[in-house]
């Protein structure tokens, strides 16, 4: 539960250079917002003076040059608009997703709903240090999850329809990566390149490439900033229940042991990521994890 430390504290509210005005950062998760909601919050800007709202790179509407006097009147009318005061602190942020299957052609898993579960979850929960969470449907990666403190990524591995392959090519043009190439007839996967996209799959136009199911790369301790980094890979899980546990462990793991004043991607060794990867490993069902493949499109004999 996240208690109730007043709205003038409150990690939404963010004093501006003129510092005799502030700026009050809605919640909105996975950046969907109803046209109800967007006109209501046109309809207290105005209320209280705005003249425009700023749309933030976390998926937020947030409310410029407001009086500090008026706090308590903005939060009540934000909240029954249900776009209540957001968070920008040491806290679990605004939780990002991009369209996700409901409607990108690239999309492998429903960003959306599993960014909007994780935010009813843990959104606001204060920490040691700022979590930034952002679900991306597949490796094209449009929200950047591998430079977050928590990045998902919805991936899906290839599996041929074996001896019925007719070596057209057509996954091999398509393919970013240079990962496929046809040998003998048959198309041929290198994994080492291979970012499981799903791109073969969609492309192939005999439907002779199938997926193995829809999994979800989990991955810590990325930042942005002026000096980004990429996360690194925690657990590949096949459900999305899963990865809200693993998250919710992950957030366990950040608020027990890390130190306030750092950066998680920072602290990543000291607090033994290595040894908390291999426990995660060790906690979830080894049929909801996703092995690494040896290599090649798999004929799907191992299934």
Not at 4 to 24: A, L
Not at 34 to 54: K, N, P, T
Not at 189 to 207: F, I, N, Q
Not at 244 to 271: F, P
Request: hydrophobic letters at 35%.
């Amino acid at each position: 539960m996240i208690k109730d430390i007043g709205i003038h504290m409150k990690g939404g509210v963010i004093t501006e250079r003129d510092t005799e005005y502030c700026t009050i950062r809605t919640r909105i998760p996975a950046g969907v917002v109803s046209c109800g909601q967007l006109r209501g919050i046109a309809d207290i800007a105005e209320r209280y003076g705005a003249e425009s709202v700023h749309l933030t790179t976390r998926q937020t509407i947030e409310i410029p040059h407001m009086d500090p006097g008026n706090l308590d009147a903005i939060a009540r009318d934000l909240a029954a608009n249900a776009t209540p005061v957001g968070s920008e602190r040491d806290e679990i942020v605004n939780v990002i997703a991009c369209p996700g299957s409901e409607r990108c052609i690239f999309a492998n898993i429903d960003s959306i709903a599993l960014a909007q579960a994780i935010d009813a979850r843990l959104f606001g929960k204060e920490m040691p240090v700022k979590i930034r969470i952002s679900v991306s449907a597949c490796p094209n990666a449009c929200t950047s999850p591998v430079l977050n403190e928590i990045g998902i990524i919805g991936q899906i591995r290839p599996i041929r329809v074996p001896g019925l392959c007719t070596g057209c090519g057509t996954c091999v043009e398509f393919c970013k990566e240079d990962a496929i190439s046809i040998k003998g007839g048959n198309s041929v996967l290198d994994h080492a390149r291979c970012v499981e996209c799903g791109t073969c799959v969609r492309s192939c136009p005999y439907h002779l490439l199938k997926s193995s199911g829809e999994h979800y790369l989990i991955m810590v301790g990325g930042r942005r900033g002026r000096h980004p980094k990429a996360g690194r890979e925690l657990i590949t899980v096949t459900s999305p229940d899963v990865v809200i546990d693993v998250v919710e462990k992950i957030v366990t793991w950040v608020y027990r042991r890390a130190w306030s004043g750092r950066l998680l991607s920072d602290q990543l060794d000291e607090l033994q990521f290595g040894k908390f990867r291999d426990e995660i490993r060790a906690l979830v069902p080894e049929e909801m994890v996703v092995p690494e493949n040896s290599g090649g499109i798999s004929d799907g004999s191992e299934r």
